[in-house]
């Protein structure tokens, strides 16, 4: 089991920045992929990045790829998502999660509770 649990988020104006973190407990949190992911109102959860156990390789979704960075940090076992230039189409729930390296939810077993993230104009 691994338990994971959110922070960061928040009201933000557009162009600003936020740091989200994701501090996981349980299983050993070395040997798995980390992924975020967000849901906005009305639409699907959709992918946003993801990290390899070692930190070593990442993978963005289009729409975020040179504004948010992920990272990890194994002796805190926490990942965190960097996201920077918000816009207003950020908006949404982020969940962490664990589980294989993939862009699809469906490789992850583990999901954090999510945490707002609202970027206004």
């Known amino acids: 089991q691994v338990q994971l649990v959110e922070s960061g988020g928040g009201l933000v104006q557009i162009g600003g920045s936020l740091r989200l973190s994701c501090a996981a407990s349980?299983?050993?949190?070395?040997?798995?992929?980390m992924g975020w992911f967000r849901q906005a109102p009305g639409k699907e959860r959709e992918f946003v990045a993801v990290?390899?156990?070692?930190?070593?390789?990442?993978t963005y979704a289009d729409s975020v790829k040179g504004r948010f960075t992920i990272s990890r940090d194994n002796a805190k076992n926490t990942v965190y998502l960097q996201m920077n230039s918000l816009q207003v189409e950020d908006t949404a729930v982020y969940y962490c999660?664990?589980?294989?390296?993939?862009?699809?939810?469906?490789?992850?077993?583990?999901w954090g509770q999510g945490t707002q993230v609202t970027v206004s104009s």
């Open positions: 999660a664990a589980g294989r390296y993939s862009t699809s939810r469906y490789a992850y077993d583990y």
């Open positions: 990290i390899s156990w070692s930190g070593a390789v990442t």
């Open positions: 349980g299983r050993s949190f070395r040997s798995i992929a």
